[in-house]
Antibody
Framework: EVQLVESGGGLVQPGGSLRLSCAASGFTFSNYWMSWVRQAPGKGLEWVANTKQDGNEKFYVDSVKGRLTISRDNAKNLLFLQMNSLRAEDTAVYYC???????????????????WGRGTLVTVSS | EIVLTQSPGTLSLSPGERATLSCRASQSVSSKYLAWYQQKPGQAPRLLIYGASSRAIGVPDRFSGSGSETDFTLTISRLEAEDFAVYYCQHYGNSLFTFGQGTRLEIK
């Protein structure tokens, strides 16, 4: 079955750290860009970070730069999010998402999130 | 930085009616990089539309997308009970993704 399963969420104090994991199965993980997307309670979706297939290119939303780090282990089909210096505003459900694509010979690549995990809740509170 | 503004914030309609959801970009964007998602309570988002108008696999044909440059629309031709949810537009550009704030589609 094609799926993504997140783990590692929980309650952490402000300034603390947490490491999220996402286990991929049913597809060739190393062929895809992967992302983390978060959703604060009762709020909308916010893209957090991307990593290229080989892990050598990474991109982040400005609000997490220097504090959150995305990485991957293609041998184990795992995606990670290392979260340091956590703040109350980082409280959210964190989704692992596959960056899917469609290629058209005339118009090139189309990019979107085509596979999502169920999410893991991170609560930053004292 | 592209900002996506969705309207209305909440749309109240009855089953069988037509729903029209809007997504406006702060500057002109390529329609290749505009997608729509549906999210139901307690669930992960689901891809509906990519490239502004192409339906994802398994998406019913009552869902359609259109638009270009700064104005994009998601239309649900005849609402069914399962369609009441929150809908998000999303843009991709320069390896970054941006979501609109969402439109809640509720039963009238």
């Amino acid at each position: 079955e094609v799926q993504l399963v997140e783990s590692g969420g929980g309650l952490v104090q402000p300034g603390g750290s947490l490491r999220l994991s996402c286990a991929a199965s049913g597809f060739t993980f190393s062929n895809y860009w992967m992302s983390w997307v978060r959703q604060a309670p009762g709020k909308g979706l916010e893209w957090v970070a991307n990593t290229k297939q080989d892990g050598n290119e990474k991109f982040y939303v400005d609000s997490v730069k220097g504090r959150l780090t995305i990485s991957r282990d293609n041998a184990k089909n795992l995606l990670f999010l290392q979260m340091n210096s956590l703040r109350a505003e980082d409280t959210a459900v964190y989704y692992c998402a596959r960056v899917g694509y469609h290629y058209d010979i005339l118009t090139g690549f189309y990019w979107y999130f085509d596979l999502w995990g169920r999410g893991t809740l991170v609560t930053v509170s004292s | 930085e592209i900002v996506l503004t969705q309207s209305p914030g909440t749309l109240s309609l009855s089953p069988g009616e037509r729903a029209t959801l809007s997504c406006r970009a702060s500057q002109s964007v390529s329609s290749k990089y505009l997608a729509w998602y549906q999210q139901k309570p307690g669930q992960a988002p689901r891809l509906l539309i990519y490239g502004a108008s192409s339906r994802a696999i398994g998406v019913p044909d009552r869902f359609s997308g259109s638009g270009s440059e700064t104005d994009f629309t998601l239309t649900i031709s005849r609402l069914e009970a399962e369609d009441f949810a929150v809908y998000y537009c999303q843009h991709y550009g320069n390896s970054l993704f941006t979501f609109g704030q969402g439109t809640r589609l509720e039963i009238k």
